[in-house]
């Protein structure tokens, strides 16, 4: 592991040079799930998981998992080598502008499906998390892959903080309703904000709703570590150069599952087209 | 071998090993927007023809981008430093237009074929399978698009594709989903999904519409592979250091070519230029 020296390592690097091993992922999403497009509602955000596309569809999670980079889904890289690691110099997309606000790029650490939309005690997480293990920077989403009740409830979730203090409880947020705050829709991701004083997150013990939603659905926990937000600009042209902008190159760990949500502007979907070029260090 | 510093950068800016020029005259077409279009074979620079059976293009092919090979023990990648023309005042002979001034993509089309039917909703295999990969022979990265070369009709279809994967095994299917009519434009040029966990093609053997869509056209299926993901800004400039792309390897024998973004279904006249360095 070496850091990167100057802007001349950089260019050095980024061109073959220094071990720098440059890598670049295209890939690009339909707001479609075997063929069967998938609804949006504007201001929230959708998982891609599902999506097809390039690569291939992840699944629906059933038993809690830490998916890697050769999960069906992940978004395909090399592992560093020679104990370098990985950096994220760029990232460009392109969707229809403005249905799409823009693209949230995260690690997928850890997933759990098949958790009912109608059961009020608290329903079971667990697992371990096998990267960013000690939790700074994690978050906890609600991802739901099969539409749940139409009534408005809220959803908490007890975890263990970036700290290792466990019992810990997300701030409540709405979940279920026909339309908006959040929507019940399948492929919402609904972010659980933590409590306050937390950074991150090391585990998620389980997750409860206040109330019944009306249907069982099928939902899932899923932590992430965010590795970028990819704003769209109003005809849907995005480009991240992490060289020149701040916080600076984010890691992109071994074994990485990298995967992505969209977050809608519109009722209208949009694919997108996205490319990474990432530099080992 | 790589550049350097940062000085070799500015040095390889200053004086490019290749610079490129492509001008195209771009038609109109509802259904090219908010989509990939091809240029391949539209008028101006380096005219492509429409494939029919099944080959292997290189970059000796007509419509591919010219370029000359690397040097022994170097290689050749996208410096950038491109510009478009379109719509831009001071650049006469090129004007108006519904193309992008976003981002664009450079690919490496590795494999084409044509003459395929729009207006049947049984299972195609004229000019099937695609010819082997001379170039990314494993797959890893190589896509499937279907690119349009006469319209076909408007009735919304479903495209489904029979292909090999990266680890050889046949039968795998990817289907592009199209409910809206969006496929009957010249010169549209869509990826079409894969099977889940699947990285990559490395042949494509057949390929049924779901509904006939009225009209015969041509069509084709296209394997390609991206090399480079371009920015372009609001004046239509943009820098080696803005590209995604800017350091990807271009292999000798590559077949260039452009893939315009549609902002609207306008026509226009559009010139990009590339720079390569050799290093």
């Known amino acids: ?10 260019v050095n690097r980024a061109t073959g040079g220094n071990s720098g091993t440059p890598e670049n992922i295209f890939w690009y999403k339909q707001p479609y799930i075997a063929a069967t497009i998938d609804t949006w509602a504007a201001g929230l955000m959708y998982s891609m998981w599902k999506y097809d596309g390039f690569p291939g569809p992840g699944a629906t999670p059933t038993t809690v998992a830490a998916p890697t980079s050769s999960t069906a889904g992940a978004m395909p890289f090399t592992d560093p080598g020679g104990g370098r690691q990985k950096w994220l110099m760029t990232a460009g997309m392109i969707t229809v502008g403005p249905n799409a606000g823009g693209v949230f790029l995260y690690d997928r650490l850890l997933h759990i499906g098949s958790l009912d939309g109608t059961v009020t005690t608290a329903q079971t997480v667990g697992g371990s998390l096998t990267r960013h293990t000690g939790g700074a920077g994690n978050q906890i989403w609600i991802e739901i892959y099969t539409a749940v009740g139409t009534t408005n409830r809220t959803i908490t979730a007890s975890y263990t903080n970036q700290s290792g203090t466990s019992g810990r409880t997300t701030q409540a947020v709405l979940f279920g309703a026909s339309a908006g705050n959040p929507g019940n829709d399948a492929n919402l991701m609904i972010q659980l904000p933590l ?23 099928n939902f899932g926990v899923t932590v992430a570590s965010p590795i970028a ?33 969209v977050y809608a502007m519109t009722t209208t979907e949009a694919p997108v087209y996205g490319a990474l070029g990432m530099v080992e260090a | 071998m790589a550049l350097v510093s940062v000085d070799a950068l500015k040095a390889m800016i200053a004086t490019p090993h290749q610079l490129s020029y492509e001008g195209k005259i771009l038609t109109a077409g509802t259904g090219k927007q908010d989509k990939f279009a091809s240029i391949w074979n539209k008028q101006g620079d380096h005219i492509g023809a429409n494939p029919s059976t099944a080959v292997a293009p ?3 092919t007509a419509g591919a981008w010219t370029k000359s090979d690397a040097g022994s023990g170097r290689q050749i990648i996208l410096g950038g430093s491109s510009r478009q023309t379109n719509n831009t005042a001071g650049n006469a ?50 896509m499937a698009a279907i690119e349009t070369h006469a319209a076909i ?55 049924t519409l779901s509904a006939a869509t009225g009209t015969v056209g041509n069509w084709g299926i296209t394997l390609f592979k ?47 230029h590339l720079t390569f360095a050799e290093c």
């Open chain 2, 153 to 207: 009709g408007a009735t919304a279809t479903n495209v489904t594709i029979s292909y090999t994967n990266t680890a050889g095994t046949s039968g795998h299917t990817g289907v592009l989903s199209n409910p809206s009519s969006s496929l009957n434009s010249i010169g549209v040029f869509i990826p079409i999904p894969l099977q889940a966990g699947d990285l990559g093609v490395k042949s494509v053997e057949n390929v």
């Open chain 1, 1 to 10: 592991m070496a850091a990167i020296a100057d802007l001349s390592d950089y």
């Open chain 1, 229 to 261: 937000f990819i704003p769209f600009d109003d005809n849907g042209g995005a480009m991240r150069n992490f060289a020149t902008g701040m916080p600076g190159l984010p890691e992109i760990e071994s074994g990485a599952c990298i995967a992505s949500a």
């Open chain 2, 93 to 142: 002979g090129f004007s108006g237009g519904g193309y992008s001034r976003r981002p664009l993509l450079i690919i490496d089309r590795v494999s084409h074929q044509g003459g395929l039917d729009g207006n049947v909703n049984t299972t195609q295999t004229t000019n099937f399978p695609t010819a082997a990969l001379t170039r990314y022979t494993s797959g890893v990265g190589v």
């Open chain 2, 226 to 272: 991206v090399v480079g993901f371009i920015w372009a800004d609001g004046d239509g400039t943009f820098g080696v250091l803005e590209n995604a792309f800017w350091n990807e390897e271009i292999l000798d024998s590559a077949c260039l070519q452009m893939l315009e973004w549609g902002l609207n279904g306008g026509s226009g006249s559009v010139m990009r």
């Open chain 2, 58 to 60: 290189t970059s000796s």
């Open chain 1, 195 to 217: 409590q306050a004083g937390d950074t991150g997150v090391q585990a998620v013990a389980s997750v409860t709703i206040s109330a019944t939603t009306g249907t069982a659905g």
